[in-house]
């Protein structure tokens, strides 16, 4: 993201243009990680850690990390010995993240055409940014064409609680308290209010477990996280 968006809704609506998408990323590059961190009261450190876990990464294996933004993701897999490729598409974040992490082989590209050959990952990872990719399909199929038979897919994004009371406390926060505090700790809280709007367009886990399996892979199955404010969706790569 480089300039904040004027008006959020326009890209939330999953009907999104690319390059404002882009934009808008890197323009709260710099700042991003600890606004993340305040907004989700630093419930984003166990999120991470839960992705890792379900990811499962031997030292060796090779892990795609869509969506890896400065890094923060990709980290914990480089330091237990994984060759994990960090992936963005905002140029932004790829510059943050190669100043943070020099070691780290940032690559910019975009989850609808990835830079990559077919089956040359053991596993694919995405966290919170399945929801900005301009077309979820294509992007869920692209991840299965660079992942080898049998390897493995997660996918870690906001979702919908299904308690009828943090439901609402939920939204009620994506509506008020989120837009507050990102005016006091980023300095483009539109890109902020982009996020409020963009969750509440995002589908139910069900259909984004659906949406999942049709794109070619198999033992779809998902794990609510922080009582479903997230959701971790894992996957297999079908056998050709």
């Given amino acids: 993201m480089t300039e904040p968006v004027s008006r959020p809704q326009e890209l939330a609506d999953l009907s999104k243009r690319p390059q404002q998408v882009s934009a808008m990323f890197d323009g709260v590059a710099e700042r991003y990680d600890v606004t993340n961190d305040v907004l989700s009261a630093g419930q984003d450190r166990l999120w991470r850690r839960a992705v890792v876990r379900a990811v499962d990464a031997r030292p060796g294996e090779r892990v795609l990390d869509l969506a890896a933004g400065t890094g923060t993701s990709s980290e914990p897999f480089a330091d237990r010995g994984v060759h994990v490729v960090p992936c963005d598409f905002s140029l932004g974040m790829v510059r943050t993240g190669k100043r943070r992490r020099p070691d780290l082989p940032f690559v910019a590209g975009d989850a609808t055409r990835l830079p990559f050959a077919d089956g040359v990952f053991d596993a694919v990872t995405i966290s ?25 897919l997660v996918v870690c994004e906001f979702s919908t609680p299904p308690n009828r009371l943090v439901r609402g406390a939920y939204g009620a926060y994506l509506r008020r308290g989120l837009p507050r505090v990102a005016r006091l700790v980023s300095s483009h809280d539109g890109a902020y209010g982009y996020l409020a709007e963009s969750i509440g367009a995002w589908p139910a886990q069900p259909e984004l477990a659906r949406r999942v399996a049709a794109a070619g892979w198999e033992r779809v199955a998902w794990r609510d996280l922080s009582a479903g404010v997230v959701a971790l969706h894992r996957g297999v790569r079908a056998a050709n």
């Fill in 128 to 152: 919170f940014g399945l929801r900005n990719v301009v077309d979820v399909d294509r992007a869920l199929r692209e991840m299965a064409r660079v992942t080898r038979p049998g390897g493995r």
